[in-house]
């Protein structure tokens, strides 16, 4: 299937606010490294989660696909069309028609004066999509998608008046209304209680299954990403470190961390197959102070002296199954 969607060498670096003493010293501001050279790409129809602990840059990920934010370098390619340096706001409309965000926290997310009718109809106006009647049409069936029903109940409803996982239903009717073929869903249900969780990742499902969207699902968590996922992308200090079908990234990691991910989840296979690694130590370091070579190795209980200076490239481990590790082979 074609790629809906490509990144390649994407990279995010922003300056970093020096200290008085830097400034005194005249000594340069160092780059925050918050991306630093992602290739991935997302089938139409396909699933795809992106895993990695806060800080490792994958909510950096989703903001730049769908232009909240602008890479340093490297290009964003939407169905083989370089959207790179797409600005202005009426050059965005149409992108913005084929690529929404669904943001975790939908408390935040939702207007509290506004009706669920005129949130979830608010994208149709701003894209100029629908008028009159279809608008009313177009908003019953975005709510109905999302599980809200009968949709007119919902009409005259204000966010504080539904529950959190309504509110997050909501929220995606409203990415839904424009009919996108790519929704970036930054840690969906990590505020909802987890008898809801399961619901909402079935509309995500569901979607695909009928409409043939693609989702690039962001998350800390890699039994969820297994769930959900056709493929898995590890992200570490704005690298992938891994990626390949959720099958192989969650019961036959090829990359230290990946493996220290999974030991971490004790939902995740018996201890029998677990291996011998010890669990991960410490935090990700700073994206302001990434360590040279591979970065993962003040960390990796594996590490030995050429990770410290030299980084290691992709390998490739087996079928679409890639690992940025000297071990990897
Ligand atoms: Fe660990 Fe070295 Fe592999 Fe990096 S390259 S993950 S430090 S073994």
Request: with cysteine.
């Amino acid at each position: 299937t074609a790629d809906i969607l490509r990144l390649e060498s994407l990279q995010v670096h922003f300056p970093a606010q020096g200290g008085v003493f830097d400034r005194i010293l005249g000594r340069p501001a160092v780059a925050v490294r918050a991306v630093d050279g992602i290739d991935l790409n997302i089938r139409r129809g396909e699933i795809v989660a992106l895993v990695g602990e806060s800080g490792s840059g994958k909510t950096t990920v989703g903001r730049v696909i769908t232009k909240l934010a602008q890479p340093t370098a490297g290009r964003l390619l939407f169905e083989g069309h370089d959207v790179t340096s797409v600005q202005s706001l009426s050059a965005l409309r149409p992108y913005r028609h084929r690529v929404q965000m669904i943001f975790q926290d939908a408390y935040q997310a939702l207007n509290p004066r506004h009706t669920v009718f005129d949130i979830v109809a608010e994208p149709l106006r701003s894209l100029r999509l629908a008028k009159g009647k279809q608008v009313t049409e177009r908003v019953s069936e975005a709510l109905a998608s999302a599980g809200l029903n009968p949709p007119s109940d919902f009409f005259a409803r204000f966010p504080h008046e539904l529950s959190g996982g309504q509110r997050q239903r909501v929220v995606i009717a409203g990415a839904l209304a424009v009919k996108p073929e790519l929704i970036v869903a930054d840690e969906p249900v990590s505020m909802l209680d987890v008898s809801i969780r399961a619901q909402i990742l079935q509309v995500l499902v569901d979607l695909r299954e009928k409409r043939n969207m693609a989702l690039l699902f962001i998350t800390h968590d890699l039994p969820l990403a297994w769930l959900i996922a056709d493929r898995i992308a590890v992200l570490y200090l704005g690298r992938l470190v891994e990626i390949g079908s959720a099958d192989d990234i969650t019961f036959n990691p090829r990359h230290p961390y990946t493996v220290a991910l999974r030991n971490a989840t004790p939902q995740i296979g018996s201890n029998a197959d677990r291996g011998e690694l010890p669990a991960l130590q410490g935090e990700v370091p700073s994206a302001a102070s990434v360590p040279k070579g591979c970065r993962f190795h003040t960390r990796c209980p594996l590490a030995f002296d050429r990770c410290k200076s030299e980084e290691p490239p992709a390998l490739e481990v087996g079928p679409e199954h890639t690992s940025v590790c000297w071990l990897a082979k």
